[in-house]
C-alpha cells in the first residue's frame, strides 16, 4: 500500500469529522460498508445492534410508502414477493431522492418490476404499476382553478375554436397499455371474478381527481389520443384530426363532455 | 381548565372523522411533508380544520444538523405551506437525513461537538431567516452515542438554542428511551435543560426489543399509550417548564380517534393537578 494513502487511512481513524461520519452512518444503514468505529460503547449491546433499529426504520419507512403508493402490486403479486422487490427496490441508491423530492420516491418501481426477476414474467406489471404511480401523483396534484362552464361554452361557439388550446387540471395524466388494465382492475376489485388474461389488448386509461376523489377512466381509443394530444400542447384543431369526417362531432362531443363531467380543464385559451 | 394548551398528533385516518366531531381540543399537529403537494383531500380537509383549531406544523425532513446544509427547494415547499396554513408553531428535530443528496427516512443522531454546532447553528439560523420566525427544536430519540461527542445532549441543546434563538420542543419519551439506551439519567437531563427554551411537550409510547437474552433497546415507535415513566417524567417537565402546549403523538397501528383524545385527557388531568397543588402554597409541589 502506498505510504499517502496509508497515512490517510489512518488519519480517517482519528479524525472523524462530520461530513465523514454521516457518510459512515448512512453507508452502514444502507448495508454498503459498516463503519462503526465512531459509536460509543455502552452496555452489551453491540455497534451493529444499534445500527440495525435505523436500518430497520429506514427500509421499513420506504417498503411502506411503496405499499402505500401501489396497493394492487401488493395484491396481485403477494405481500411477501411484494416486499421483497421493495425491500431490493430501496436497497438501489439510485431509486433514492431528495428530502424535496420524497413524493416521488417510488417512481422507477414500475420499471424496476419489470426487471425483478420473480416477477419479470407478469408483463402486464409494469403498466399497472404505472397506472398506480398516476393515481398517486393525481391525488396528491395542487388544486387548480377549474375553468367556468360558460368560458368554455362561449370558446366553443367561437369560429376560430380550432386554434384555441386546452390547459388540463393538473390531476390529469394519460396512460395506454397493450393489456387489458380494465380487467386486472376488475380482479383486483372483485377477487372471485376470474383469471387476468395475458392476451394483449390494448387499454387507454385517463386519470383525473373529480370532487377530491381520484377516477380511473378506460376510455375509446379515439377520445384518449384527442384528449391526449390536447394535454401535450396541440390546439383543438391539431387533434380533431384524429376523427375521421363522419364522426368528428360526435367524438367531439364526446370528448367535451369527458372532459367537462370530470373536471379536467383549468384553462381555455386562444 | 388548559384545554386550549392540550392537543393532539392528528394523522391521515382521522382528519374527517375530526372535522365532523369537531371535538374539545386546543390544537393539532400535523407533519409537514405530509401537506407539501398543497394538493389533494387531506389538504382541503386541513385548510377546513385550520379554520376551527390551531395547527402546529412539525416536520421530519428539514435535515437540520446536515454537513451539506438545508434543502432550499423543501424550505421554499414549506414556506408555502405556511402562507396557507398560518401555523402557531413550526418545528423540526435535532438529527438528519440528508447526505450526498440521499434522504433516508428516519431521524438520524449526530456527535454532540463544536462542529456539530456550527453546522445546526448554520441551518437553523438560514431556515428562521428564511421563514421568518422561530423554529422549534425537537430533542431525538437515540440508541447509541458518539465517540466525538464532548458535550452531553442538553449542554449542546442550551448552546445551540441560546445561538440560534430557536426553541425546544421536550419529547418528553424520547428523553425516557434515550436515557435508557445510553445510561444517563433522564430526570437529570430534565433539570439540565434550560426552562427558557421549552415551548412545547410530546409525549408517546414507545417499545422495547430485546436485542439479546439480557439485554434490550427501547424504541420510539409511537405504537402505544404513553407509558407510567414517561408520565412521571412529563409530570415532572411540566413542574419545572410550566404549563407549555403539551401533545400526544400515535403513528403506529393508529387506534380510534377517542383512543388518542383520551390519552390528551391524561395530559389535561396533570396539567390541572400541578395548577391546584401550585396554586395552594401550603402544599409542596412534588417534581420528582
Known amino acids: ?270 | 381548565m388548559h384545554d386550549h394548551l392540550v392537543g393532539i398528533g392528528l394523522r391521515s385516518p382521522h382528519l374527517f372523522q375530526f372535522i365532523d366531531e369537531k371535538p374539545n381540543i386546543g390544537w393539532v399537529e400535523v407533519h409537514s411533508e405530509n401537506y407539501l403537494s398543497l394538493g389533494g383531500n387531506d389538504f382541503e380537509a386541513l385548510l377546513q380544520i385550520r379554520k376551527n383549531y390551531p395547527i402546529s406544523l412539525h416536520g421530519i425532513g428539514m435535515s437540520l444538523g446536515s454537513s451539506s446544509g438545508v434543502c432550499h427547494k423543501h424550505l421554499s415547499q414549506l414556506e408555502d405551506l405556511i402562507k396557507d396554513i398560518d401555523p402557531f408553531m413550526i418545528s423540526d428535530h435535532l438529527s438528519w437525513s440528508v447526505n450526498n443528496g440521499i434522504f433516508l427516512p428516519d431521524l438520524l443522531p449526530t456527535p454532540f461537538n463544536d462542529e456539530s454546532l456550527e453546522v445546526f447553528s448554520r441551518n437553523i439560523s438560514e431556515t428562521q431567516n428564511r421563514l421568518k420566525r422561530q423554529i422549534l427544536l425537537e430533542n431525538p430519540s437515540t440508541y447509541f452515542e458518539f465517540t466525538e461527542s464532548t458535550y452531553s445532549e442538553a449542554e449542546f441543546l442550551n448552546i445551540l438554542l441560546t445561538k440560534t434563538g430557536a426553541g425546544m420542543l421536550l419529547d418528553v419519551n424520547n428523553v425516557y428511551i434515550s436515557s435508557l439506551n445510553n445510561g444517563f439519567s433522564a430526570s437529570q437531563y430534565i433539570d439540565d435543560i434550560n426552562p427558557n427554551f421549552i415551548k412545547e411537550i410530546h409525549v408517546s409510547g414507545h417499545s422495547v426489543k430485546k436485542v439479546s437474552e439480557n439485554d434490550a433497546l427501547y424504541i420510539d415507535s409511537h405504537d402505544s399509550k404513553v407509558s407510567a415513566p414517561v408520565w412521571n417524567l412529563y409530570k415532572k417537565s411540566i413542574c419545572k417548564f410550566g404549563k407549555v402546549p403539551s401533545m400526544i403523538e400515535w403513528d403506529v397501528n393508529i387506534p380510534k380517534l377517542s383512543v388518542i383524545l383520551s390519552e390528551a385527557d391524561k395530559i389535561k388531568t396533570y396539567m390541572d393537578n400541578a395548577t391546584s397543588k401550585q396554586d395552594e402554597p401550603s402544599q409542596e409541589v412534588v417534581c420528582a
Not at chain 1, 109 to 119: G, Q, R
Not at chain 1, 232 to 261: H, P, W, Y
Request: aromatic share 10%.
Open chain 1, 1 to 270: 500500500m502506498p505510504r499517502q494513502s496509508k497515512m490517510n487511512q489512518v488519519k480517517r481513524w482519528f479524525v472523524h469529522n462530520l461530513v465523514t461520519i454521516q457518510e459512515d452512518l448512512q453507508d452502514s444503514i444502507l448495508g454498503i460498508n459498516a463503519k462503526l468505529e465512531s459509536i460509543k460503547q455502552h452496555g452489551n449491546i453491540t455497534s451493529s445492534q444499534r445500527i440495525k433499529i435505523h436500518s430497520d426504520t429506514v427500509f421499513e419507512n420506504f417498503i411502506n410508502s411503496l405499499k402505500i403508493t401501489y396497493p394492487g402490486i401488493w395484491k396481485l403479486i403477494g405481500e411477501n414477493c411484494a416486499k421483497g422487490a421493495a425491500l431490493a427496490y430501496s436497497h438501489d441508491t439510485n431509486n433514492l431522492v431528495s428530502n424535496s423530492e420524497i413524493r416521488d420516491f417510488g417512481e422507477n418501481f414500475p420499471e424496476f418490476l419489470k426487471e425483478f426477476e420473480s416477477v419479470k414474467h407478469l408483463k402486464y406489471l409494469k403498466d399497472y404499476a404505472t397506472l398506480e404511480w398516476l393515481r398517486y401523483r393525481s391525488y396528491q396534484a395542487p388544486n387548480v382553478q377549474i375553468a367556468k362552464l360558460q368560458n368554455i361554452q362561449s370558446a366553443f361557439e367561437h369560429s376560430c375554436i380550432g386554434s384555441y388550446k386546452i390547459s388540463f387540471n393538473k390531476s390529469a395524466f394519460f396512460l395506454k397499455s397493450e393489456y387489458p388494465l380494465i380487467d386486472i382492475q376488475s380482479l383486483l376489485d372483485n377477487p372471485d371474478s376470474g383469471n387476468i388474461s395475458l392476451k394483449k389488448q390494448e387499454s387507454f386509461v385517463a386519470i383525473c381527481r373529480v370532487h377530491k376523489k381520484v377516477e380511473t377512466l378506460f376510455t375509446e381509443k379515439q377520445i384518449w389520443i384527442f384528449l391526449r394530444a390536447l394535454s401535450e400542447g396541440k390546439t383543438i384543431g391539431t387533434a380533431m384530426e384524429i376523427f375521421t369526417q363522419d364522426n368528428v362531432s360526435n367524438q367531439i362531443s364526446k370528448a367535451i363532455g369527458l372532459m367537462l363531467e370530470k373536471q379536467m380543464i383549468s384553462k381555455i385559451t386562444k
